[in-house]
């Protein structure tokens, strides 16, 4: 897999740091957007809703969080070569939550991954009951072709209850 992200990375673009983010109006969502080197970065709608993955390994406590995340437009600031996405996390229940989630850009043409956003993992949100907050995530990007596609989405989320 490692050399399979090094020879798209060649062949797309440069991923110069981890992080990343978007913004979705759908829950659990995905978004696009187009990258052109004339117009600079455009941003799009979501165009589909679920999980297409998950985590490596969950415990027993953990539950799909993919409901309690909104999210909204994709966006590229081709200035400061950044994929953006903002999610909205919100807990619901009566319980407190810890959240961790996964967001990933992709290159419309090939299913190329681009970036990708999984800081969460280390330092999760904790949310109490009726609690909502936005993440901005993002990552550093730089295209090497014109008029690329490309969309974000989150591919994964979950909760475990705290205390």
């Known amino acids: 897999m490692a050399a399979t992200a090094v020879v798209m990375i060649a062949l797309t673009g440069g991923r110069r740091s981890g992080g990343g983010g978007c913004d979705d ?3 659990g969502g995905s978004g696009g957007g187009s990258y052109s080197s004339s117009g600079g970065g455009t ?9 297409t993955g998950g985590p490596a390994s969950a415990t027993p406590t953990e539950q799909d969080a993919m409901a309690d995340i909104e999210a909204g437009k ?3 600031d081709k200035v400061a070569e950044k994929l953006n996405y903002t999610v909205t996390v919100t807990n619901s229940s009566p319980q407190a939550y810890e959240y961790s989630f996964y967001v990933q850009w992709e290159d419309t043409a090939d299913n190329g991954l681009i970036g990708i956003y999984d800081d969460y993992a280390d330092k999760p949100p904790t949310l ?3 609690e909502s907050r936005t993440i901005k995530a993002e990552d550093i990007y730089h295209f090497v072709k014109d008029n690329v596609q490309y969309r974000c989405k989150v591919d994964w989320a979950l909760k475990s209850p705290v205390g």
Not at 43 to 48: A, H, L
Request: with cysteine; hydrophobic share 0%.
């Open 43 to 51: 941003s799009g709608d979501s165009t589909s809703s679920g999980s």
């Open 74 to 76: 994709c966006t590229y």
């Open 25 to 27: 109006n759908d829950r």
């Open 128 to 130: 109490g009951p009726g």
